[in-house]
């Protein structure tokens, strides 16, 4: 057993949990959370200003007020019609199923020149969602959508499995650096011809 394995695992387990937290079109880039709109991006961030002060990137902490502000990298997305639908996941096999009766919140298309976007929404309960946004030109020839899942008042959860992860994989690695290093030498070792 060497060194080189240990270092594999590690790795892959670092993979494993740092792939249980991306999300469809979001992902975080130096420190910012990105979300892909075609070949544009456009910045992510939630609040929930009545429990903290922390911002959060895709998963929304708790259940209860939230603002969700999203800002347009590229000025193509500024003049282009952005719209939000945020939907309950209820096992959908396409998004258009049971549109309306899925949609929790919906903030019609409109221009936003300074890129900004913000809509607040009081998540009544915990649960996962899809979050869309749908950017169109005027004329109707260009259109991206950005989709993403998200859970609400899951992230203990997930902060758990992480931790259990992690130290089931740093027990793994403990037990086969004691075993290479103190078990293994104390074996008798056969005579030298």
């Given at each position: ?173 403990f037990g086969l650096y004691y075993k290479h290093a103190f078990i ?7 005579p030298k011809a």
């Amino acid at each position: 057993m060497n060194i080189r394995f240990l270092v594999v695992a590690a790795m892959a387990t670092f993979g494993v949990t740092s792939e249980a937290y991306a999300h469809g079109g979001v992902s975080i880039d130096q420190g910012q959370c990105i979300m892909k709109i075609g070949p544009d991006t456009m910045t992510f961030t939630g609040y929930q200003p009545l429990k903290s002060r922390e911002q959060f990137c895709d998963d929304i902490p708790d259940a209860g007020p939230t603002i969700i502000v999203l800002d347009a990298q590229q000025d193509e997305l500024r003049d282009m019609n952005l719209e939000i639908r945020i939907l309950r996941n209820v096992g959908q096999k396409d998004d258009s199923e049971n549109l309306e009766a899925n949609t929790e919140i919906y903030v019609a298309p409109k221009k936003y020149k300074t890129g900004t976007l913000n809509f607040e929404y009081n998540f009544a309960k915990n649960g996962n969602f899809i979050g869309l946004v749908k950017a169109r030109s005027d004329d109707g020839t260009k259109e991206y959508v950005s989709r993403f899942p998200f859970a609400v008042g899951q992230t203990a959860s997930k902060d758990l499995l992480t931790g259990l992860v992690l130290g089931a994989a740093g027990l793994v690695a403990f037990g086969l650096y004691y075993k290479h290093a103190f078990i293994d030498k104390k074996k008798p070792q056969p005579p030298k011809a």
